[in-house]
């Protein structure tokens, strides 16, 4: 019997947190761990070996550290989606709606430029709201989106569904049941 750890099972399970009644799944003790957090990375990269990416996009906030240490692996540039206000040049937004009511993310307007290659990640795929912000973003600055990679995905929110009604390519490495 192989007593090999998979990337779920670097990731811990707080309950009622941060309301009563959800199940959030840390990515934190996955980071913190080396073996666990290449093993991520190696992961979320693999199905795009050899296929041309000019950028990785990452979602704020725990994207940015996954984003990093993908462009870093494939020696390409990082841009950051942020929240509205954080970032400090010329942006442009995109609206997207919450449980109850609505968020903005923002890009800086020089970041893509058309006809670049993008891969988008983040660390958890829910509805799919912020990566189908991000998305718009990618495609009003003329970015042409090769697939989204998340670590988590839960099917139970429709997220992967929503994405791919997008014409996303959605790569997960592991899925949680229950919200």
């Not at 462009?71 to 929240?83: D, E, I, N, S, Y």
């Amino acid at each position: 019997m192989s007593t090999s750890k998979t990337v779920k099972d670097y990731i811990r399970t707080i309950v009622d947190f941060p309301h009563e009644g959800i199940m959030f799944r840390d990515v934190t003790t996955l980071f913190a761990d080396p073996r666990g957090f290449r093993m991520a990375v190696d992961q979320m990269l693999h199905p795009y070996a050899g296929q041309r990416i000019d950028k990785v996009v990452g979602l704020e906030a725990r994207g940015f550290i996954l984003g990093g240490a993908i462009a870093h692996q494939l020696g390409t540039g990082f841009v950051p989606v942020r929240k509205k206000g954080k970032l400090p040049g010329a942006t442009i937004s995109q609206e997207y709606k919450l449980e109850y009511g609505e968020a903005v993310v923002e890009l800086h307007k020089d970041a893509i430029q058309p006809g670049e290659k993008i891969l988008v990640v983040d660390d958890l795929l829910a509805t799919g709201g912020t990566a189908g912000a991000g998305i718009k973003l990618i495609e009003k600055l003329g970015g042409e989106i090769i697939s989204c990679s998340f670590i988590i995905d839960l099917p139970e929110l429709g997220g992967r569904k929503h994405l791919q009604s997008l014409g996303m390519d959605v790569h997960v490495l592991c899925e949680f049941e229950g919200l």
